[in-house]
């Protein structure tokens, strides 16, 4: 048996678990259930110190080209599961050859489709959804990424500020050509499409989704998402040479949706003066980065936007406060010590799985409001904390670990069917 894992620290624990039984058969006490959708493949977890592994059985071939892909991923910078390691040469104690194993750590607050649509299938619920699948799938095709196997039941998705993002869970398939040919980009859009209008028709057909969803309806909105999305990062445009402010509303479009423009190329085109216009380095992610930089959190893109709003709203009161200009280093010293960090504090052990830290500020951004615009005046800090503890949090499931009982073993029949 061979034993390949990533990182500067190998996890001897790993070692221990039970490699020469199959999946199924594993009784180890340090097995956990998780939230998570259906699967082809047998999919364990098992709680190893303060992490929470995914252990998927498949073959050693696909073992090893998944575990690579996931690391060019990663290197990459996309919304993925983390590549823990890989086992391959397993075989019983009688000596009988057993399958490959790619190991991901589980990523924390993350949410299948099926408990999304299930929960939430307001229209409103489900376009998010579709929409950060397509955000997810253009980043890929920028950076050279072909799926081969995008679906619904091979994302997970973490709230983020009143959206949703979307993260890639298995790359069996995946294969990087860069740049990807335009014919592959078109054949993954397609698979893709075909795979979410099939996997909403299964939910639909289970009865967790009203019987007057359309699943066609759902692979359209993918399909123009992922066309809209594309082209406002990627084709050209032309106009005069005076009107350079396109240049501005540009970069604007592209900000709204959540990338910096790197930088834009501009050429001209002929004697009549006109330019062309192409952002030639594009990427997710300005406001995670400087969030990240200003107080250390690592959160969403919409999540850190909303914090860096409340960060500067904060920092515009306390320097009319004091009289004075405040860094926005030590602006970002106050916002974290004195708003943040003492929110998260004051959740109850208990609830703390409900939602993950970021996301509850945002909601609680939002009850503070809304207790502030009842009031007439606004709500003090603590009172408002209370208040979204008791009515918000208590009110709601935990997002983070358990599924019912009786799900998990429909899910690990399913797997194992």
């Known amino acids: 048996m061979q034993v390949q894992l990533s990182g500067a620290r190998p996890r001897a624990d790993l070692l221990e678990l039970p490699w020469d039984r199959p999946l199924l058969q594993w009784e180890d006490p340090r097995l956990v259930r998780m939230v ?56 019983t104690p009688d000596g009988e050859p057993l399958g490959g194993a790619v190991i991901t750590r589980y990523l924390d607050f993350a949410l299948p489709y099926t408990y999304l649509l299930a929960r939430e299938h307001g229209l409103e619920h489900q376009r998010r959804l579709i929409d950060a699948a397509a955000v997810l799938l253009v980043r890929l095709h920028l950076d050279g990424i072909w799926w081969g196997d995008c679906s619904l039941a091979n994302m997970l998705f973490r709230r983020d500020a009143g959206a949703l993002a979307a993260y890639l869970v298995d790359a069996e398939t995946a294969e990087h050509r860069q740049p990807l040919p335009e014919r592959l980009r078109t054949a993954d859009t397609e698979i893709a499409m075909e795979n979410v209008a099939g996997g909403v028709a299964d939910l639909v057909a289970a009865g967790r989704l009203p019987g007057t969803t359309d699943p066609t309806a759902f692979a359209a909105r993918l399909e123009r998402r992922y066309y809209q999305l594309w082209d406002e990062l990627t084709v050209e445009e032309e106009h005069a040479a005076n009107e350079l402010w396109r240049l501005d509303e540009r970069v604007e479009r592209l900000n709204r949706l959540g990338f910096d423009v790197g930088e834009l190329e501009i050429r001209a085109v002929d004697v009549a003066q006109r330019i062309r216009l192409r952002p030639s380095v594009v990427e997710e992610g300005h ?8 107080t250390g959190i690592d959160v969403q893109e919409n999540q850190a936007r909303r914090l860096l709003n409340d960060l500067n709203a904060v920092r515009a009161r306390q320097e009319h406060q004091v009289g004075r200009p405040l860094s926005e280093g030590e602006a970002a010293h106050r916002w974290l010590t004195q708003c943040f960090e003492p929110f998260v504090a004051a959740i109850p052990a208990d609830l703390r799985g409900r939602l993950e830290p970021a996301e509850a500020y945002h909601q609680y951004l939002d009850h503070r409001w809304y207790l502030s615009e009842r009031a007439g005046t606004d709500v003090p800090a603590d009172r408002a904390v209370a208040s979204f503890v008791d009515d918000v949090l208590r009110n709601r499931p935990d997002e983070r670990v358990v599924l019912p009982t009786g799900e998990v073993e429909a899910v690990r029949r399913a797997a194992g069917s």
Do not use: N, W
């Not at 082809?40 to 709680?47: A, G, M, P, S």
């Not at 406001?287 to 200003?294: A, G, M």
């Open 287 to 294: 406001h995670s980065r400087k969030l990240k930089r200003l």
């Open 36 to 91: 998570r959708g259906p699967a082809r493949h047998v999919v364990r977890f098992v709680e190893l110190g303060v992490h929470v592994l995914a252990v998927k059985e498949t073959d050693d071939t696909h073992a090893r080209h998944e575990y690579q892909m996931l690391r060019v991923i990663a290197e990459a910078e996309l919304p993925a599961v983390q590549a823990v390691g890989i086992v391959t040469g397993r075989t």
